[in-house]
């Protein structure tokens, strides 16, 4: 016999432990998912407005992909490699630089006792506090002064803006390599430094290897920031040529190719590769730093 008690009694059980559980997973992904799968389908949509846009577009199409690798051959000479190009550029030099200059930084403040010490923490603390945003007028009227005097690294180039992004980046990644480096015992310095290592020798052989999980993940902030940051990139960058992969799409939505949807969301989606793939590897070495490089006592 059909006992309904019996069922809604295991149903609510089941609920209450795991069936509740799963149902705010599935509306999280739903929340994720829903604006990756819509500029998909813009995508591949050929009407490439946003008015008649749709989950599922009539006669899809890759044609807003061939528009994106022809770059100029097409009839909105818009060159998105190039852009794509600037866009990875900029971001893998700060990364870089940023990194590897944060990390010589952070290692002179958490190691060394030197004049001016707690004054230059603070200041860069302090610096921090304030926004690279309203630094905007600043920054452009400083780079146009800088051009006057040296054209490569003014207004209008990559040399300036990467530049400003290793002055608004340096600060805060300084400071979280130092608690980084503060936690590591000076005693393995000591120990190479007995064994004739000097300080930059025991810097490179001894932190730089314990402190990879932390640099990957400064490279990877530094690198996300600059791949997708608009605001700075617009006002600094003038020229077509010049601009990165978000400058340029700014175009496709107001600019000179009137609000064409389609093309834009393709470009997006072929610009995100990049970045995804770079994280992922990434993401795989952060996980083996963690698990390498004990210390045996």
Do not use: C
């Not at 146009?144 to 490569?152: C, H, K, S, V």
């Not at 990467?162 to 310095?189: C, N």
């Amino acid at each position: 016999m059909f006992n309904t008690k019996s069922v809604f009694k295991r149903f609510w059980s089941w609920f209450s432990g795991r069936g509740f559980k799963h149902l705010i997973m599935l509306a999280v992904l739903a929340f994720v998912l829903y604006p990756i799968i819509w500029i998909i389908s813009a995508s591949v949509n050929p009407v490439g407005s946003l008015s008649a846009q749709s989950l599922v577009p009539d006669n899809p199409t890759l044609e807003n992909y061939r528009l994106f690798f022809l770059g100029g051959a097409d009839k909105y000479n818009a060159p998105f490699l190039l852009w794509l190009w600037n866009s990875l550029k900029l971001s893998v030099l700060t990364g870089l630089i940023g990194t590897a200059m944060s990390a010589l930084a952070a290692y002179a403040f958490s190691r060394f006792r030197f004049t001016g010490r707690r004054t230059g923490l603070l200041g860069l603390l302090l610096v921090q506090l304030f926004p690279q945003m309203l630094a905007m007028v600043a920054l452009y009227f400083l780079l146009l002064q800088i051009g006057d005097l040296a054209p490569w690294l003014g207004l209008n180039t990559h040399t300036g803006l990467l530049m400003v992004y290793l002055g608004g980046t340096l600060g805060f990644h300084t400071w979280l390599l130092k608690g980084f480096f503060d936690s590591i015992p000076h005693s393995l310095e000591e120990s190479a430094q007995v064994d004739g290592a000097s300080h930059f020798q025991a810097f490179i052989r001894i932190i730089l290897p314990l402190a990879r999980p932390m640099l990957a993940v400064i490279f990877i902030l530094t690198m996300i920031f600059v791949y997708s940051d608009f605001i700075l990139a617009s006002i600094l960058l003038q020229d077509t040529s010049q601009y990165t992969l978000a400058v340029g799409l700014k175009l496709f939505i107001f600019g000179s190719y009137n609000q064409r949807w389609g093309i834009f969301a393709a470009a997006a989606l072929i610009g995100a590769v990049p970045i995804v793939t770079i994280f992922l590897s990434l993401q795989d070495q952060i996980v083996a730093g963690l698990t390498q490089g004990s210390v045996k006592g």
